[in-house]
């Protein structure tokens, strides 16, 4: 379990190697924020669910079976399985159109420039 306050495309990542896996998320499961599309400014809600930090939500890893018995929600927080963890050490993201391709963090990082 890791926290997502630095963006989830920068903290999956981090729990993948910590446990020497890797991950394949559906973009199309992702839970994004509704936005305003109005006038020229369009804002990208898949890159704000990908990339925005502070959002204050956990993520954790369950194996396949206990997945199959955990609740839609808890306390009325919404739970959402996003994907699942692979034995490839890389971290990749299928996009809604179906291509898959590697998920990079852009995310926040202290230490890049």
């Known amino acids: 379990m890791i926290d997502l306050s630095d963006g989830l495309s920068s903290d999956l990542p981090r729990l993948c190697a910590a446990s020497d896996v890797g991950a394949r998320i559906e973009a199309a499961e992702i839970p994004s924020p509704k936005l305003p599309q109005t006038g020229s400014k369009r804002f990208d809600a898949l890159g704000l669910a990908l990339n925005g930090g502070d959002d204050y939500e956990l993520l954790f ?4 079976n206990t997945a199959r018995r955990i609740p839609r929600s808890f306390q009325g927080i919404a739970l959402t399985e996003i994907g ?21 963090p852009r995310g926040w990082d202290p230490f890049r420039k």
Not at 61 to 64: D, G, P, Q, S
Not at 84 to 101: P, S
């Open 61 to 64: 890893t369950v194996n396949a």
């Open 84 to 104: 699942e963890i692979t034995r490839e050490r890389r971290v990749v993201i299928v996009q809604h159109d179906g291509t898959t391709k590697p998920l990079l």
